[in-house]
T-cell receptor, first 114, second 114 residues
Framework: AQSVTQLGSHVSVSEGALVLLRCNYS??????LFWYVQYPNQGLQLLLK??????LVKGINGFEAEFKKSETSFHLTKPSAHMSDAAEYFC????????????FGKGTLLTVNP | KAGVTQTPRYLIKTRGQQVTLSCSPI?????VSWYQQTPGQGLQFLFE???????NKGNFPGRFSGRQFSNSRSEMNVSTLELGDSALYLC?????????????FGPGTRLLVL
């Protein structure tokens, strides 16, 4: 069964610093991987997704993630944090053959300090 | 294009009551998935409907049920509410659920059971 583990339930960075949010996956088949962001009192917004086309995936708002099969990782990065990046971030993996059932990690709350 | 809409946005019920939540997908989308989000369990898949048929179901008791109408709008129902049902309920829509597609989430319905 597919699963994801997000290391660190809370990450705090200074404005302008590198953002690194960690995600490791477990999947018996080649996975499709996603990063979503959730702002307070809102639903989830897709940041980026890996669908096996390229290992380095660029998303919205300057975020990117690299798929590393050898490390079973899909970490999310942004070179320079902005105050507006403060939110909760979720890594997710899709069930093989379809994308309508996502298995989510527990989430990482990102705070950005001025 | 209008996004996924969910009504109501907030709901307060008491134990033992039942509740119905509604989700209108993006125009043209025929797949609707439902998720429960709680601080303890995180985001968990409830079920998915496509063309009025339930295609997949998560590990929830039978008190949780859903349906989809011919216009793709979906409802979920929770009977005999328990305190633990307090959560944010998110729905998401896709064209058909294929691997190249993306799920688009609504803002959620926040249910409080007293």
């Amino acid at each position: 069964a597919q699963s994801v583990t997000q290391l660190g339930s809370h990450v705090s960075v200074s404005e302008g610093a590198l953002v690194l949010l960690r995600c490791n996956y477990s999947s018996s088949v080649p996975p499709y991987l996603f990063w979503y962001v959730q702002y307070p009192n809102q639903g989830l917004q897709l940041l980026l997704k890996y669908t096996s086309a390229a290992t380095l995936v660029k998303g919205i708002n300057g975020f990117e993630a690299e798929f590393k099969k050898s490390e079973t990782s899909f970490h999310l990065t942004k070179p320079s944090a902005h105050m507006s990046d403060a939110a909760e971030y979720f890594c997710a993996v899709s069930r093989g053959g379809s994308n309508y059932k996502l298995t989510f990690g527990k989430g990482t709350l990102l705070t950005v300090n001025p | 294009k209008a996004g996924v809409t969910q009504t109501p946005r907030y709901l307060i019920k008491t134990r033992g009551q039942q509740v119905t939540l509604s989700c209108s997908p993006i125009s043209g989308h025929r797949s609707v998935s439902w998720y429960q989000q709680t601080p303890g369990q995180g985001l968990q898949f409830l079920f998915e409907y496509f063309s009025e048929t339930q295609r997949n179901k998560g590990n929830f008791p039978g008190r949780f049920s859903g349906r989809q109408f011919s216009n793709s709008r979906s409802e979920m129902n929770v009977s005999t509410l328990e305190l633990g049902d307090s959560a944010l309920y998110l729905c998401a829509s896709m064209t058909s659920g294929g691997l190249q597609e993306t799920q688009y989430f609504g803002p959620g319905t926040r249910l409080l059971v007293l």
